[in-house]
């Protein structure tokens, strides 16, 4: 655990028993602990007064503000979109040899990940071993004719709707050297900077569920192209119309809201970020121990997506579940990476397991029948 006190932080060690004792201090900030698998944990930043002899904590000298792998042999420095990076650098030059107006914004660059003039996206770490900086570069995932198709690596199974095998994999393996799991079963992958979600605010979920449960989250309401330019016109329920309540008539569902991401939960409201897709659902993970949480279970991936967790449709074409069939592919881009257009889709979930309960000989009577009042 971790301690701040005035502008020192210090790291300390606890064994369920008596006090606990110190590893190491540092400046605020300058000092960090991180953890690691089978109950590692590593020191980074500026360590002071190190006391690690005896226990499971390691020191690694990187910056307190990198992120570090499981085993601690590699650490990454925070990745930058190139929007925020051109901002930071604008910050730091404010003032500074000044000798004419600012190009346009575009000129300096792009924020939009779908742009093809966007600078790439940089990711620098080094091997804590040898001391080995690394920089790589996102590789585009897109060609300039294949825009439309989200892996081009992969292509569907026969038109039977089964899947190719247990494996999850079908006759092109995935690139090692690729971020982007081009071998996945779920239709948009993580780690792709032409696929990213906009994290919303809790005002626009808000707004966007009170819209939508009166049939009015629709185009000319919402702001179309930035964020948006890559899927089109945006128009959530005209893509999926309100569904219809079996049981009262003229009766509509409540507005509620569980969950009020879009995106990964490391996204800051207004950031974009890979798409809010459960990790174990996306990858079919089972159990929590290491070795079992670590195994890719594609055939098991149940691809949640976004503020309602979309399930149903969301199987790239030819990897759908046996009841279910894959939604278009413009829909599942929509439904991932927009929260607007989730929210309308999610309505579906929530009107089946209503009319469920209102079909033929398994009617059940709660509130006087009105969805608006159950929660």
């Known amino acids: 655990m971790s301690e701040r006190q005035g502008e020192t932080a210090h790291a300390k060690l606890w064994k369920r028993q008596g006090k606990p004792s110190a590893l190491a201090s540092g400046k605020l900030g300058d000092l960090a602990l991180e953890q690691g698998a089978g109950g590692r944990a590593f020191l980074v930043g500026d360590v002071k007064n190190a006391k690690l002899t005896g226990t499971s904590v390691a020191h690694l000298d990187v910056p307190a503000d990198t992120q570090v792998s499981s085993l601690g042999r590699l650490a990454v420095d925070p990745v930058l979109m190139p929007g925020v990076r051109a901002g930071l650098e604008r910050i730091g030059n404010a003032g500074k040899g000044f000798t004419k107006a600012e190009p346009t914004p575009r000129a300096r660059t792009s924020q939009d990940p779908t742009d093809e003039d966007a600078a790439p996206v940089i990711v620098n770490s080094i091997a804590t071993v040898t001391g080995e900086k690394i920089t790589q570069t996102v590789t585009d995932t897109t060609s300039g004719t294949g825009k439309g198709s989200f892996s081009p690596a992969l292509r569907a199974a026969g038109g039977t709707g089964k899947a190719p095998g247990k494996s999850g994999r079908t006759a092109q393996a995935a690139d090692p050297n690729n971020p982007v799991d081009t071998d996945r079963w779920c239709s948009i992958p993580c780690n792709d900077v032409k696929a990213l979600a906009l994290q919303p605010t809790p005002n626009q979920?808000?707004?966007?569920?009170?819209?939508?449960?009166?049939?009015?989250?629709?185009a000319k309401w919402i702001k179309?192209?930035?964020?948006?330019?890559?899927?089109?016109?945006?128009?959530?329920?005209?893509?999926?119309?309100?569904p219809t309540l079996k049981g009262k008539a003229g009766a509509r569902i409540p507005a509620q809201e569980s969950n009020l991401w879009q995106a990964e939960g490391?996204?800051?409201?207004?950031?974009?970020?890979?798409?809010?897709?459960?990790?174990?659902?996306?990858?079919?993970?089972?159990?929590?121990?290491?070795?079992?949480?670590w195994k890719i279970n594609w055939n098991l991936s149940d691809c949640g997506y976004g503020v309602g967790q979309v399930t149903d449709g969301m199987r790239l074409a030819g990897l759908a579940k046996p009841d279910e069939t894959s939604l278009p592919p413009a829909k599942q881009k929509a439904v991932a990476l927009d929260y607007s257009v989730n929210i309308a889709a999610s309505m579906y979930i929530l009107a089946d397991k209503w009319n469920q309960v209102h079909t033929a000989n398994q009617t059940l009577t709660v509130n006087n029948d009105d969805p608006s009042s159950t929660r």
């Open 224 to 242: 179309q192209g930035g964020w948006r330019s890559g899927l089109g016109t945006v128009d959530p329920q005209n893509l999926f119309p309100p």
């Open 266 to 293: 490391g996204a800051i409201p207004g950031q974009m970020g890979n798409p809010q897709a459960a990790i174990a659902g996306f990858y079919g993970h089972k159990g929590e121990a290491s070795e079992a949480y």
């Open 205 to 218: 979920v808000e707004w966007a569920v009170n819209m939508a449960i009166h049939g009015e989250l629709r």
